[in-house]
């Protein structure tokens, strides 16, 4: 099983970052995508989703700022973040599109700190 995200690091508030995650073909050709992030002390959470597809969801605290996307061809979604808020940094991880509690292996994530 492959989740190699990548692409976070330290940014402005209002700054832009763009993630990168390769998926094995085993969980990305069968299952929509997503984005989870998990903040200091906080519980691990969905950021934004995408069917196969390609329909996109994200909750309210990221909509209309992050936006994904996935390229078949690849095996590999992405994650465009904009307008960048203190409160977004966290350790951010890609996995299927599935409940959280029955996702058991993660990746190592990538680190994004938006900090001035």
């Known amino acids: 099983v492959q989740l190699q995200a990548s692409g976070g690091g330290l940014v402005q508030p209002g700054g832009s970052l763009r993630l990168s995650c390769i998926a094995s073909?085993?969980?990305?050709?069968?299952?929509?995508m997503a984005w989870y992030r998990q903040a200091p002390g906080k519980q691990r959470e969905l950021v934004a989703g995408i069917t196969i597809g390609g329909r996109t969801g994200y909750p309210d605290s990221v909509k209309g700022r992050f936006t994904i996307s996935r390229d078949n061809a690849k095996n590999t979604v992405y994650l465009q973040m904009n307008s960048l808020k203190p409160e977004d940094t966290a350790v951010y991880y890609c996995?299927?599109?599935?409940?959280?509690?029955?996702?058991?292996?993660w990746g190592q994530g990538t680190e994004v700190t938006v900090s001035s």
């Open positions: 996995n299927a599109l599935l409940p959280i509690t029955t996702l058991r292996y």
């Open positions: 073909g085993s969980i990305f050709s069968i299952n929509g």
